[in-house]
């Protein structure tokens, strides 16, 4: 029995760190969003970290990815950044894949 329970202990773990390195990486993916964004609505770069940190907050308002969407869709078109949907998902998911590598790796 202690072996089972072994494994069971060793397999919670793993799913707790995955979990937490999993908020890491979508929080990080925020960011570099916000930072993408930024730079696209030509912000100096005080205040496209300023931008960046408020899309890490945006994203918190609901599970999912949709606030987080939401929030750079507007503020584009707010600033007159012509970006498809497509092109906002596309670079969403672009930079999961990076900010998941860059937890990993532990930058």
Request: aromatic share 6%; glycine share 8%.
């Amino acid at each position: 029995m202690s072996d089972f329970d072994d494994r069971k202990r060793v397999q919670e773990t793993k799913f707790q760190l995955d979990q937490e390195a999993e908020f890491k990486a979508q929080a990080r993916r925020a960011k570099l969003l916000g930072l993408w964004a930024a730079g696209l609505m030509g912000k100096p770069s005080e205040e496209a970290a300023e931008y960046a940190k408020s899309v890490v907050l945006a994203d918190l308002e609901e599970n999912g990815e949709e606030d987080l969407f939401r929030k750079i869709r507007k503020d584009l078109e707010g600033a007159g950044v012509g970006q498809s949907d497509h092109q906002i998902r596309a670079q969403m998911a672009a930079l999961l894949d990076e900010a998941r590598l860059q937890v990993k790796e532990g930058r």
